[in-house]
């Protein structure tokens, strides 16, 4: 009997330092745990600035882009404007060098006829 008093007795002395230890480690986890969500809170902060920079970036480059297709369709067209022109300047003076053949053919083929 005195053998169980004795482990009744040990085990009441270890108990309250098992106690302790169980409360530290809940502590502990407490403290991680508070610690997790404040990191996956700045993590999300931080992911939230890049998406907004990035979509900030995006919209600039699209207006960007989007002013120099402008630019580059205005040149475009400006320049099928010249070459159309001067495919019609080519045509008149096709058609003035064309008259001014047959003028001079009937020139000289009258001028043959009067000798």
């Known amino acids: 009997m005195a053998d169980l008093e004795q482990r009744v007795d040990n085990l009441e002395n270890k108990f309250p330092t098992l106690e302790q230890r169980v409360n530290d480690v809940i502590t502990k986890i ?31 480059m699209r207006t960007k882009s989007d002013a120099d297709m402008r630019e580059m369709r205005t040149k475009h067209d400006d320049d099928m404007r010249a070459i159309r022109q001067s495919v019609e300047d080519m045509g008149k003076h096709s058609r003035n060098m ?4 047959a003028i001079g053919i009937a020139a000289m083929v009258i001028a043959v006829l009067l000798k």
């Open 98 to 101: 064309t008259i001014a053949v």
């Open 30 to 60: 407490d403290l991680f745990i508070e610690e997790s969500r404040a990191a996956r809170e700045r993590r999300d902060a931080e992911m939230r600035e890049f998406r907004e920079k990035h979509d900030a970036d995006m919209r600039e």
